[in-house]
């Protein structure tokens, strides 16, 4: 059983306009959430994080939002640019552990 | 600094053989991390260290698995004998104690079995 789920495999959207990548959780001692992007043939790279103390977290063009009553949490993108095309996954951990559970990515392409 | 260094990129190999994946961390991370990924299921942690004592290793597949850190800039995955099921993408990772949670991948080794 998956407990940490990324519903949407891929999903395309134009330059300039905003990426929505999605993940749900079930399990709800969760507390800490880490986004990764992943370009082909390479390791994957660490984008933006959130504790559960907050709701929302922001760098530079990225920003994540958690909902912790929905157990969902959005990675936003505002503008996208074709160099966002890449594998997005969601990570989640209890406590302050180190065994982060991945969800299955969604990979995102922006159109130029 | 060089990041994660792993080796070999690439490996493939015939059903029974010994399998061994290196993995370099970043210097001064004191914890490692040994990942799969398939398409089947996903990015899975293997193992970890920590000060190069393994940690939690609950991941492992089965006892053909087993992973040394004979010391901080040095770690082995090993896989005897390897079986077609085993061809995936593993990924070593590392980071530091202090700060934010975030993990550093290497390129990853894409093991094929035949």
């Known amino acids: 059983d998956q407990q940490v789920k990324q519903n949407s495999p891929s999903l395309s959207v134009q330059e300039g306009r905003i990426s929505i990548l999605n993940c749900d959780y079930t399990?709800?001692?969760?507390?800490?959430f880490l986004w990764y992007k992943k370009y082909p043939a390479e390791g994957p790279t660490f984008l933006i994080s959130?504790?559960?103390?907050?709701d929302k977290n922001e760098d530079g063009r990225f920003t994540v939002f958690l909902n912790k009553s929905a157990k969902h949490l959005s990675l936003h993108i505002v503008p996208s640019q074709p160099g966002d095309s890449a594998v997005y996954f969601c990570?989640?951990?209890?406590?302050?552990?180190?065994?982060?559970?991945f969800g299955p990515g969604t990979r995102l392409s922006v159109l130029p | 600094d060089a990041g994660v260094i792993q080796s070999p990129r690439h490996e493939v190999t015939e059903m029974g053989q010994e399998v061994t994946l290196r993995c370099k961390p970043i210097?001064?991370?004191?914890?490692l991390f040994w990942y799969r990924q398939t398409m089947m299921r996903g990015l899975e942690l293997l193992i970890y260290?920590?000060?190069?004592?393994?940690?939690?290793d609950s991941g492992m597949p089965e006892d053909r698995f087993s992973a040394k850190m004979p010391n901080a800039s040095f770690s082995t995955l090993k896989i005897q004998p390897s079986e077609p099921r085993d061809s995936a993408v593993y990924f070593c990772?590392?980071?530091?104690?202090?700060?934010?949670?975030?993990?550093?991948f290497g390129p990853g080794t894409r093991l094929t079995v035949t």
């Open positions: 990772a590392s980071r530091r104690t202090s700060g934010t949670y975030e993990q550093y």
């Open positions: 399990n709800s001692m969760f507390d800490y």
């Open positions: 959130i504790s559960s103390i907050k």
């Open positions: 990570a989640a951990s209890e406590g302050r552990g180190q065994n982060f559970v």
């Open positions: 210097s001064g991370h004191d914890y």
């Open positions: 260290f920590n000060n190069n004592v393994p940690i939690d």
